[in-house]
Nanobody, 121 residues
């Protein structure tokens, strides 16, 4: 039905930058809110940033001023630009989207498979 696929993860040095992407595909009518979450080893999954269909954004305190979430509605894609990366940003990053399909207009939550981001010297 609907799939979310992340890309762009990898290994970067502290202070470096990285942009991860998440593209949705399938029988999509429209996409409501989208967001990025991350989970480090031994820790609970936490919210990183969200963006509404209207473009309003929200960020975790730990990433404010460093990360920027954006979306391209024509491509059904959400992005996370990560600057001034720190070792503590190391985690698997997951995208999330509430998506309305042609057969279920109310919307359901979907998750990507995750992409590894490692910040290390």
């Amino acid at each position: 039905q609907v799939q979310l696929v992340e890309s762009g993860g990898g290994l970067v040095q502290p202070g470096g930058s990285l942009r991860v992407s998440c593209a949705a595909s399938g029988s999509i009518f429209s996409i409501n809110a989208m967001g990025w979450y991350r989970q480090a080893p031994g820790k609970q999954r936490e919210l990183v940033a969200t963006i509404t269909s209207g473009g309003s954004t929200n960020y975790a305190d730990s990433v404010k001023g460093r990360f920027t979430i954006s979306r391209d509605n024509a491509k059904n894609t959400v992005y996370l630009q990560m600057n001034s990366l720190k070792p503590e940003d190391t985690a698997v990053y997951y995208c999330n989207a509430n998506i309305r399909t042609y057969h279920y207009m109310r919307g359901n939550d979907y998750w990507g498979q995750g992409t590894q981001v490692t910040v290390s010297s």
